[in-house]
């Protein structure tokens, strides 16, 4: 399975995010793709989204990029599941483009959490 792993470039995402999912076992089943981990330029993840299965979306912090690439996965429905950070508050309107919604405390918690979701997950 190729998952996408959308976020806010506001967040500490390198630390908190992708040291979390690339040390994980998650990391070992499934083809994970981080955006920003060869480098901070922009990329073309329409094209990403696009040949995905699915979209992991950080949505702790608000961000105007991460908005339009939920708006590409739900064009092409690709199936987006939505994790924030315990206690952040989260766009009303995320509940247009996903249904699945997982809240995290840690990044064990993040990667225990997730693991669940994509062992039920189709």
């Not at 199936?79 to 009303?92: L, M, W």
């Amino acid at each position: 399975m190729k998952i996408y792993i959308s976020h806010s470039t506001h967040a500490d995402y390198e630390n908190n995010l992708y040291q979390v999912l690339r040390n994980s076992e998650l990391n070992n089943k499934y083809e994970i793709f981080l955006p920003h981990e060869q480098s901070v330029a922009p990329v073309s993840s329409k094209d990403y989204i696009k040949q995905c299965d699915l979209v992991v979306a950080e949505v702790s912090y608000p961000a105007t990029g991460q908005g339009i690439e939920l708006g590409w996965a739900n064009v092409f429905e690709t199936p987006i599941v939505c994790v924030f950070k315990k206690g952040a508050k989260t766009a009303r309107s995320l509940q247009i483009v996903s249904t699945d919604f997982i809240e995290y405390e840690s990044g064990a918690d993040l990667v225990q959490k997730l693991a669940a979701y994509l062992s039920s997950y189709k």
